[in-house]
């Protein structure tokens, strides 16, 4: 059962108080959250959620998501989800952290140009982070840098994704591209006999932070490459470092396109009903990609196999970014932390075997995983060290 410490929400949407709550009959993690913490500083503008699903592992770790939400409600939704999906990732990268999310209510622009993004702000939310005590590990996601986790640092211990002059990891962009080229690799093993993508042609939606890394990858590998942006500075980038890439006006353009491999590098969702009846048309045999919540909502996972679509889990295969930044807490070595992300390979093949050994889609393989992992090293605290106290 989880231990829900505090929650807190205001005028929550029907039914998202009820999930902050709500825990699994038979003992695996389900939606029930341990804390969720908001935060308002009036003087800098800052309203927060912290959500903490789960301790299980250790601390819970995870971006920090500033973003233009339409209400508090959905903003809550999005912490609850995402944090959720930290404890998964976490666990099936065989972190001994658990999972935890928070999002910024907010234009993430800075303010000189309009946004909501100040100095102040970040510096209030480091000091909410810094209230937990360590519970909760904050780093980069949507809507934030390196930059920013430079400033949150200044209030709060519990920082990662910090520059290199300050003691960081840097970008965690490089490693989660790095990763989910991994699994890729494992993608193209399982479905053609090869861990290549050579030869293959590859369409990426979204080369903004980790897209455009990704593309290096695939480059270099031999595939032939197709791209998507909803910004024309991000394609523009893309296309002065690999002329050869082709691109195409938006996401619906790219779904139709004749891909071998579709990766989806945005906002999450990005896998819905009319996605996967699109993918099956144009011939798509694998989806692997950079993007968080990749499902739209649950059945699509059975859908995509039905279709014979290989589906490689999101939260496996974009792990690499928590994984480098997980590096910095004991002291950053970027070779140790690539060497890490390099496993994704063996974890991906591994869903992939479990799959089928179950008879079951890859997602619902990697959620076992993840929850056997959380289950049974939780269960060690009922293992009484010397001079400890009973939880």
């Known amino acids: 059962m989880t231990d829900v410490r505090t929650a807190s929400a205001t005028h929550p949407a029907p039914g998202v108080l009820s999930r902050i709550f709500r825990t699994e009959q038979d003992g695996a993690p389900g939606d029930g959250h341990e804390q969720v913490v908001l935060c308002h500083d009036r003087a800098s503008g800052l309203k927060a959620i912290i959500a903490i699903h789960s301790t299980a592992l250790g601390p819970a770790l995870g971006g920090t998501r500033f973003h233009r939400y339409a209400s508090e409600e959905e903003a809550l939704e999005d912490a609850l989800r995402l944090s959720r999906g930290m404890s998964y990732k976490n666990a099936l990268a065989g972190l001994d952290l658990g999972g935890g999310k928070a999002v910024i209510i907010g234009d993430p622009t800075a303010k000189a140009e309009g946004g909501d993004k100040s100095e102040a702000l970040l510096r209030a939310y480091g000091r909410f982070v810094q209230s937990l ?19 949150v640092a200044r209030e709060c211990d519990y920082v990662t994704g910090r520059s290199p002059e300050h003691g960081g990891a840097g970008d965690s962009s490089i490693l989660t591209a790095f990763g989910v080229f991994q699994g890729m690799r494992a993608s ?34 031999g595939a032939t490459v197709v791209v998507t942006d909803v910004s024309e500075a991000a394609v523009n980038r893309v296309r002065a470092a690999h002329p050869d890439v082709e691109v195409v006006a938006d996401t619906q353009a790219l779904l139709t396109a004749a891909l071998d491999v579709y990766a989806p590098c945005a906002l999450g969702g990005a896998l819905d009903d009319e996605t996967v009846g699109a993918l099956t048309a144009a011939g798509t045999s694998v989806v692997c990609g950079a ?18 679509i290989l589906y490689a889990p999101d939260y496996l295969v974009n ?60 269960a060690l605290r009922t293992i009484l060290l010397p001079g400890a106290r009973r939880p």
């Open 133 to 151: 005590a360590g519970r909760y590990i904050t780093a980069c996601d949507v809507g934030t840098y390196v930059q920013d986790m430079d400033v």
């Open 188 to 221: 193209a093993q399982a479905r053609w006999g090869q861990p290549t993508l050579r030869g293959k042609r590859v369409g990426v939606a979204g080369v903004g932070k980790v897209g455009h890394y990704l593309v290096g990858h695939l480059v270099a590998d």
């Open 291 to 308: 993007a968080n919540n990749q499902l739209a909502h649950p059945g699509v996972e059975k859908d995509l196999a039905d279709r014979g």
């Open 319 to 378: 792990s690499g970014g928590v994984i480098q930044v997980a590096d910095e807490i004991q002291g950053f070595n970027f070779e140790r932390a690539k060497n890490k992300a390099t496993r994704i390979f063996d974890t991906t093949l591994e869903i992939f075997t479990r799959a089928t050994s179950d008879g079951v889609p890859p997602a619902v393989a990697a959620d076992r995983l993840a929850e056997r992992r959380m289950r049974e090293i939780s």
